[in-house]
């Protein structure tokens, strides 16, 4: 999947939803995978509980993911390929007061 760029789901679908081209569970609660073609910063939603495993799997370009949520952190292994990967996982608010001065 590294050459998707956007992820669409039909909104009758029983089981998963898109935003802004990222797959989720239907309930907007799981990350279930951000597709390989994105590039720069991608900033987990706040209302994200929970991570599939190997969400982030073909994300080379990635170069940082920020976490609004605490609750999506909470099992580090979930960003395993990430870290392979040496993509800085960070709260949003490190990034706040990292970039945004």
């Given at each position: 999947?590294?050459?998707l760029f956007n992820i669409v789901v039909d909104e009758n679908n029983n089981l998963y939803s898109s935003h802004d081209g990222v797959l989720y569970d239907k309930n907007f609660k799981e990350l279930v995978t951000c597709p390989g073609g994105r590039n720069g910063v991608f900033s987990i939603p706040s209302n994200i509980e929970s991570l599939r495993d190997f969400a982030f799997a073909e994300?080379?370009?990635?170069?940082k993911v920020i976490v609004s949520s605490l609750d999506a952190v909470q099992d580090n292994t979930k960003y395993k390929k990430a870290i392979e990967l040496k993509i800085p996982?960070?709260?949003?608010?490190?990034?706040m007061s990292k970039f945004m001065k």
């Open positions: 999947m590294k050459n994300c080379d370009n990635l170069s996982i960070m709260t949003k608010g490190e990034f």
